[in-house]
């Protein structure tokens, strides 16, 4: 029996989805029938033949599945979108296509329906891990859970867009809906508070003192995770989020010979580079964080770690005058950019530095998982971003349990699982983090990339730690929102003034006057 399975792009699919019903069937089949996929054939082009409605292939997908639960001839359709020549599918009646499509709505992102149960029940794991890297991370969790619950129907409901931009507004109407996943994915610190932990979440801290990995969790992280008196959050990694991707064959190319490190230097790289024809920094802004992102690292950068979290505490004011230069820092570092940012994502900001055709990229080291995954780790190394020397900017992905999980224990299986020092191993050197636990042992990684691991985690117990807003972890989910859509707005009319009088105003809405 099947007990694994990936479906990576299926709910970004599912919410485009128009809902559908079945208005006449091209081909009345009776009891159903199976068939064999010929060239030019796909779900939806099927749908219309069997049913005459190209929205009922979802019907299809989910009668094959469960068909493959009992018979492995028939195929794991895991996306939709792609079924091979050959592949065995069941096609069902028009009176169950029917019946299923009337009881499916695309757009609620159920997809549990789509799949068999195995004999332990489903486990559905939301998440926004659909990258290269991400899902290779991942999978290294899924696999020891497939081992050791072998009668669990494990679903990775993947919904595509970086920090989770697309997953968290479908996440919170599916827990309001009353049909949430078992468990699902969430920045560590604040971001619980937009899911209405005491409303919505089970506490795990009972999880975290079984398994002891109290002790063994940096002091750091486990400040971040009490949320009004209870744990929501059980982490699996910690990454950095301000590193500057440098491709040393582009610098070389190029007669740099090192990078740099203030942004003085950074910005006469900059028009060196330019004027070579070379893109100096790689950026994507399609998934609609990065240019926060980038705004915050280059705050940092300006006016130094404690005056930036005195600005997030409120002890220093947004009308600070280095706001506004930092503000400035941020717009020429935007003219530093490829001019297509706004058509890709991060994914795409890091593939320019992957395939020498960008010097840097600003992303956290989630990128890594990029670097590894594409081949790249002979001509791409890290370095502080400009002015972030000393800084550590902390980004922890981690996972809760729904208060209504439809599989619950299921859900704390895979949490339990989650803590252990063997699935944060085989999670991070894939993913490009460093584990959520102080007793890992990095020279188990594989010696290409350990390097990289084995310098984070010693900046990490030396480097002042500043909990990164547009990851949910340094302010409240409203701010964090307000921030980003400043940055944003920056990025197109590059008011300074304005910039700083709105971020002061949002400052202010959270409770922090100026």
């Not at 968290?168 to 969430?186: S, V």
């Not at 003085?264 to 992102?293: N, Q, T, Y």
């Not at 981690?398 to 999980?405: H, L, S």
Request: contains cysteine; proline residues 4%; aromatic residues 10%.
């Amino acid at each position: 029996m099947r007990k694994f399975l990936t479906v990576a792009v299926l709910l970004a699919i599912l919410v485009a989805a128009v809902p559908a019903s079945l208005v006449g069937a091209a081909a009345p089949l009776g009891q159903g029938e199976d068939y064999t996929v010929q060239a030019d054939d796909w779900l939806s082009k099927l749908a219309d033949k069997f049913y005459g409605d190209v929205n009922a292939y979802w019907a299809i997908m989910s009668a094959t599945n469960k068909a493959n639960a009992e018979d492995p001839s028939y195929t794991k359709i895991e996306n939709p979108d792609a079924i091979e020549v050959g592949a065995k599918l069941r096609i069902p009646s028009n009176d169950d296509a029917v019946a299923f499509m009337a009881d499916f709505d695309p757009a609620e992102g159920d997809v549990s329906k789509l799949f068999a149960s195995g004999a332990g029940g489903q486990l559905l794991v939301g998440n926004w891990w659909t990258s290269g890297g991400e899902f290779a991370g991942v999978n290294e969790v899924y696999k020891i859970y497939r081992q050791e619950y072998p009668d669990v129907e494990l679903i990775h409901a993947g919904l595509a867009g970086g920090a989770g931009v697309n997953f968290k507004a479908a996440n919170l109407n599916k827990l309001i809906a009353g049909d949430p996943y078992d468990t699902f994915q969430l920045h560590a610190g604040l971001e619980a508070e937009l899911y209405d932990p005491e409303t919505f979440l089970q506490p795990v801290d009972d999880i975290l003192e079984e398994a002891g990995v109290l002790d063994v969790m940096p002091e750091d992280l486990k400040s971040l995770l009490k949320i009004r008196g209870n744990t929501y959050t059980v982490p699996l990694n910690i990454h950095r989020g301000n590193v500057m991707w440098t491709n040393t064959k582009v610098l070389a190319d190029a007669g740099i010979e090192k990078a740099p490190e203030t942004f003085d230097e950074f910005f006469a790289v900059c028009e060196d580079l330019k004027s070579k024809g070379v893109v100096p920094l790689g950026m994507g802004i399609a998934d609609g964080f990065e240019l926060a992102h980038t705004f915050e690292v280059v705050l940092a950068g300006t006016v130094g770690a404690e005056k930036d979290k005195g600005l997030w505490n409120g002890s220093v004011s947004w009308t600070d005058p280095e706001v506004a230069t930092a503000l400035e820092n941020f717009s020429k570092v935007l003219d530093c950019t490829n001019d297509d940012r706004g058509t890709v994502g991060w994914v795409g900001g890091i593939d320019l530095v992957i395939n020498d055709q960008a010097a840097f990229n600003i992303m956290g080291d989630w990128a890594y998982g990029e670097v590894i995954a594409k081949g790249a780790l002979d001509r791409v190394t890290w370095n502080s971003p400009p002015g972030n020397q000393g800084m550590f900017f902390l980004v922890s992905d981690g996972f809760a349990i729904t208060k209504d999980a439809p599989n619950p224990e299921n859900a704390r299986n895979f949490v339990k699982i989650i803590t252990r020092k063997d699935a944060q191993e085989n999670f991070n050197m894939n993913k490009g983090s460093i584990c959520a636990r102080t007793d890992c042992d990095y020279g188990v990684f594989p010696e290409d990339r350990r390097a990289y691991f084995e310098s984070s985690a010693a900046d990490f117990a030396v480097d002042a730690i500043i909990p990164m807003v547009t990851h949910g972890s340094g302010a409240i989910p409203s701010w964090q929102d307000q921030f980003g859509q400043i940055a944003t707005q920056f990025a197109s009319d590059r008011d300074v003034a304005a910039a700083q009088a709105a971020l002061v105003l949002a400052a202010e809405d959270a409770g922090f006057p100026q």
